[in-house]
């Protein structure tokens, strides 16, 4: 695969005594105990643009939550806008930082899944670190949780992000994408205890724990009214050339089997489209299609489309057989999310329970039933909900999830080893290399630093370091880099007219 | 922590980064263990205390 990747995950947040109120500074106070090195504080907001809109127009404010925007109202906080949102920038190239009193760990930008499912847990690690530092500074039980949802309507994201042409025309991209996102939660979902929209009683158990959040089949907004497609125009590349899918419907991994099938899949669909195929089908109401499939885990998924009704599985299988047909063969990740997506697809119709070891929701449905059989409960009892939080909790001693990794139940795909390395070093393959070098070596002079520039002081004057067109392999860049004896020639490297004419040979592949 | 970096550089790309599950290499694997009985499991869910869901509350976010 080649492709520019990340992923970015809003950690709920619990410290022992304090509420919603208190939850931005908590938030400020855990980041402020990173115990890893980052140049801190210096992000360059200059570059973002979240109310452009793919569709070619800029909307003049984005939707807030109503009941989020009392607590900000009743509850203002003292900080300026840097110091709350407290911006870190790792020697792996990833950005930790607080969005909206969530700790959020965006992955550097990978190209091979191996590599992004390694950064994803290594942000775990990191997030873990941090939140032992704090628990020691401040006396009090501080948790971290690697969902979606509080179970009482409040919901912070997981998104991923794929780097496009822009050649690829938004109609065709949006219409191909919509029905691929609406159905995925099959394989993708985290499960949830209960429905958070609408109360319904006979719904005790769902796939997905961001379906209840679902206003709109598309638009700009993140905050509220969350849409299936996010049509936010922000590539962190050149504009003319890219576009970036930001995808804001999905679920939290914690099992990597899920999140590389999740990503894999939806890669290998956006080089359908860039290959010029498209699905040529549209789903009649892609919201109320994804709540009614997530609230029906044992349903049939059925979907209504301008074709006819069919199921979500044989609607994936649409998307997978072209990509069989297109992409068998080209590289060894590419033919293992083919066979996989197949292998899960036919599991999901004849027996879904064995996905138990590779599937969230399936996994956690297995634990929640096990639980209420040995106890004597319901699935729609109280203490589910507290399960189901535990799942997501990502201290190895206590998180459910970890429980089964540690007994051997659930598929891993990454390894400790990379793991750790991921924590402290960003791939070598992409412009994230570039960043986390000038993290590792020249954290003083790092003026600014974003997705696609960073500003560097060397010595007498300010350097601007374009990233925005290194979107190929730079391997053998980095390896250049790492080689540079001191800053100017590092800067000279970067500044060299032949840096970007000399991608990797597989890059041209 | 740069030779570390120069390790991972010239780290040989797999050519068969992920295999089928249960298999060998750098793919997916499963623990070579025999899958133990579930009271480690139910132990592990019974110390989780019922009330922390309903404590658990979260300003919305994107």
């Known amino acids: ?509 | 922590m740069m030779t570390r970096a120069e390790e991972r550089v010239r780290r040989p790309v797999p050519t068969e980064p992920l295999t089928r599950p249960g298999g060998d290499g750098d793919g997916p694997s499963k623990p070579d263990v025999k899958r133990p009985d579930t009271n480690e499991l139910l132990k592990r869910m019974r110390r989780i205390d019922p009330e922390q869901a309903r404590r658990y509350r979260q300003r919305s976010g994107q």
């Not at chain 1, 051997?408 to 795909?413: D, E, H, P």
């Open chain 1, 1 to 509: 695969m080649n492709r520019l990747l990340g992923i970015e995950t809003e950690y709920g947040l619990y410290v022992e005594g304090r509420g919603v109120a208190e939850q931005v500074m908590e938030a400020v106070g855990l980041l402020r105990s990173c115990p890893f090195p980052a140049v801190k504080g210096c992000w360059d907001y200059r570059l973002e643009d979240p109310r452009r809109d793919m569709r070619g127009f800029r909307v003049e404010h984005l939707a807030v939550d109503p009941n989020d925007a009392q607590i900000e109202r009743e509850h203002p906080i003292s900080l300026s806008e840097r110091e709350a949102r407290c911006d870190h920038v790792l020697t792996n190239g990833a950005r930790l930082y607080n969005d909206h009193a969530h700790p959020e760990y965006a992955t550097p930008e990978c190209r091979r899944l191996m590599d992004l499912i390694a950064h994803d847990k290594a942000g775990e690690r990191i997030l873990l670190a941090c939140a032992r530092a704090y628990q020691e500074k401040i006396g009090a039980t501080v948790k971290l949780y690697k969902n979606n949802t509080d179970y009482h309507g409040s919901s912070y994201g997981t998104h991923e992000s794929y780097l496009l042409k822009r050649e690829v025309n938004f109609d065709v991209l949006a219409s191909t994408m919509t029905p691929f996102l609406t159905t995925r939660q099959i394989y993708a979902g985290a499960g949830k205890v209960g429905v958070e929209v609408n109360p319904n009683p006979r719904v005790p158990y769902q796939i997905s724990q961001r379906a209840d959040f679902y206003m709109d089949t598309m638009n700009v907004e993140t905050l509220y009214r969350r849409p299936i497609f996010n049509t936010r125009d922000e590539p962190h590349a050149r504009m003319r050339e890219y576009r970036r899918l930001h995808v804001i419907c999905g679920d939290a991994n914690m099992s990597e089997y899920a999140t590389t099938l999740k990503v894999g899949t939806t890669t290998l669909v956006l080089d359908l489209l860039e290959d010029g195929w498209t699905v040529n089908l549209f789903i009649v109401d892609p919201v109320r299609t994804a709540q009614s499939i997530s609230r029906d885990p044992d349903g049939k998924w059925l979907v209504e489309t301008d074709k006819g009704v069919m199921s979500a599985i044989d609607l994936q299988r649409r998307y997978l057989q072209a990509a069989q047909q297109r992409f068998a063969g080209r590289d060894a990740e590419t033919d293992w999310v083919l066979r996989e997506w197949e292998t899960v697809l036919n599991l999901l119709e004849t027996d879904p329970e064995l996905l138990g070891d590779r599937l969230d929701w399936i996994a956690k449905r297995q634990l929640l039933s096990l639980f209420a059989e040995s106890e004597g409960v319901s699935l729609d009892d109280p203490a589910m909900i507290a399960l189901d939080l535990a799942y997501h909790d990502i201290d190895p001693a206590e998180g459910l999830y970890h429980a089964l990794v540690e007994q051997g139940r659930m598929q891993t795909l990454t390894s400790e080893e990379a793991v750790q390395q991921a924590i402290q070093h960003p791939p070598a393959d992409t412009r994230a290399a570039i960043r986390g070098l000038c993290v590792q070596r020249y954290p003083s002079q790092v003026e600014s630093v974003n997705w696609e520039r960073i500003i560097l002081n060397s010595g007498e004057q300010s350097v601007r370091i374009d990233l925005s067109q290194l979107t190929g392999d730079i391997r053998d860049l980095t390896r250049r880099l790492m080689a540079a004896s001191d800053i100017t020639e590092f800067v000279n490297l970067l500044q060299s007219p032949r840096r970007a004419s000399e991608p990797h040979k597989e890059a041209q592949q």
